[in-house]
Each structure stands twice: as structure tokens, then as C-alpha cells.
């Protein structure tokens, strides 16, 4: 199954270059409790950001997945260079953790969505790519003054 998580503000901005343009502890704590146990996929430029931040210190994934059309080796993860061939075979559990071209190929494979829903506008440079969030259902939702913590599925058709 695939799941996502990703942080968007009020104009689905996720990025701003190559890092997250703002931050919120209680939504590093949500991300952090929800992908530790997790088998993560993420894009090239996502690894070498979280590298960034992680500098030494080992990522905090139980298995980690990297998305990159080019020849690559990463020390600590999986290099996936055919991300269809990947998302249609795959029967593990996989959460999607970015970033803008990563989420826009695998939407079409999601069940799960974890939305946090930043309520304020940032600057910054990536935005999520626009799609019909009525193509899925909330299951769950729990608000800050800051924050929404959503959970959707997909309608199944
Ligand atoms: N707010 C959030 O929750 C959140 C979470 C994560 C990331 N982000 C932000 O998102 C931004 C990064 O997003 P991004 O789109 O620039 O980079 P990205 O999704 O992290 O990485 C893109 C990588 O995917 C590879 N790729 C593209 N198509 C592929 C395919 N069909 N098969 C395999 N690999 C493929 C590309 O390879 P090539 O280089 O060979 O083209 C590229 O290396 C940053 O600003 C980051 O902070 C935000």
C-alpha cells in the first residue's frame, strides 16, 4: 500500500530551495512518529536535503527508498530508477515522503494521504501539484491554532 505525508500551506507551498520554508516542532514530531517505522520513498534532491539536515546522524527510517532517473548509489538507501515499475510491483508498505516530483508520480498509486495543513502563507519556490482532494475521504483531522493534522483514503471506485 502506498501512503503519503507531506506539509502545505495555504497555497500548497512545500519547498523552498531544496529545504521545508518554515518550522513547526509539532509537525517535525508528527512527521518523525508516522515514517520511524516505515519503509519511505523519496526523490533525489528530498535525500540529499534530509542529508543536509541529518548531517552525520543516520536517517531516522526503518528502510529508504530513493527515486533517480540517473545512474546513483546512496550509502544507507535502495536506489529506485524505474519509480511505475516500482510503484505497480511493490507489495510492501511504502510512505511517500517527497518532494514535488516524487508526490506528482505517485499520487495515482496512494490510499493514504497525511495532509498538514499550514494555516498561513510562506514564501518559498515548490508548490504541491494541484489535484481533486474529493477523490478521497478524511478520516481524520485534529487542529492547533497552527496546524491541521488530516488523514484521507481514497475512494474506492
Ligand atoms: N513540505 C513537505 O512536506 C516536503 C516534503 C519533502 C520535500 N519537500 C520539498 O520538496 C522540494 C524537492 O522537490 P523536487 O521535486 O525538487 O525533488 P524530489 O522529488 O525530491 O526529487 C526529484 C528526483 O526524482 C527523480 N525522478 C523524476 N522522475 C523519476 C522517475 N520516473 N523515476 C525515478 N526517479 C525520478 C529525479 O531524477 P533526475 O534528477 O534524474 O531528473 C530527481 O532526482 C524541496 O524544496 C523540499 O524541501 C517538502
Known amino acids: 500500500m502506498i501512503k503519503m505525508i507531506w506539509a502545505m500551506d495555504e497555497n500548497w507551498l512545500i519547498g523552498k530551495d531544496n529545504m521545508l ?4 516542532p509539532k509537525d517535525l514530531a508528527y512527521f518523525k512518529n508516522l515514517t520511524k517505522n516505515e519503509a519511505v520513498l523519496m526523490g533525489d534532491l528530498t535525500y540529499h536535503s534530509l542529508k543536509s539536515y541529518y548531517k552525520t546522524k543516520p536517517l531516522p527510517f526503518r528502510k529508504i527508498y530513493v527515486a533517480n532517473i540517473n545512474d546513483a548509489s546512496y550509502p544507507d538507501a535502495i536506489h529506485v530508477k524505474d519509480l511505475f515499475q516500482f510503484l505497480k510491483d511493490t507489495e510492501e508498505d511504502i510512505m511517500v515522503i ?9 499520487l495515482p498509486y496512494a490510499h493514504t494521504l497525511y495532509i498538514t495543513f499550514v494555516l498561513k502563507r510562506h514564501e518559498g519556490n515548490v508548490y504541491f501539484p494541484r489535484f481533486d482532494l474529493n477523490q478521497f475521504k478524511l478520516i481524520k483531522k485534529d487542529l492547533t491554532d497552527e496546524l491541521i493534522f488530516a488523514v484521507y483514503e481514497r475512494i474506492s471506485s
Open 21 to 24: 520554508p518554515w518550522h513547526y
Open 98 to 106: 517527497g518532494g514535488k516530483t516524487i508526490y506528482q508520480l505517485c
